[in-house]
């Protein structure tokens, strides 16, 4: 199992920026996906952007040029740096671990963007 911890959430204007970070309670060099989903009030959860063991990076085309995923493996950290943040990526943000078949996910931090 992997137990995930996020902080860094809050309030912050529109075109505000926010770093957020996830702790793992295990060594996260076997871990190969790791990332950040989000989900706003009356909408599903949707993926923000994804990391492998490896470095690659997957983002939703909504954060694209503003959204920066990095994980450092021994801190056993993921981190998402979040730029010119919009009134729309308003949402509880979750880190998530994909380990030995199974889907691991924290207990969500709040960000709220103020237009």
């Known amino acids: 199992q992997v137990q995930l911890v996020e902080s860094g959430g809050g309030l912050v204007q529109a075109g505000g920026s926010l770093r957020l970070s996830c702790a793992a309670s295990r060594t996260i060099f076997s871990i190969n996906d790791m990332g950040w989903y989000r989900q706003a009030p009356g909408k599903q959860r949707e993926l923000v952007a994804t990391i492998t063991s490896g470095g690659s990076t997957n983002y939703a085309d909504s954060v694209k040029g503003r959204f920066t995923i990095s994980r450092d493996n021994a801190k056993r950290m993921v981190f998402l740096q979040m730029n010119s943040l919009k009134s729309e990526d308003t949402a509880v943000y979750y880190c998530?671990?994909?380990?030995?078949?199974?889907?691991?996910w924290g207990q969500g931090t709040q960000v709220t963007v103020s237009s």
């Open positions: 998530y671990a994909h380990y030995l078949g199974s889907p691991y």
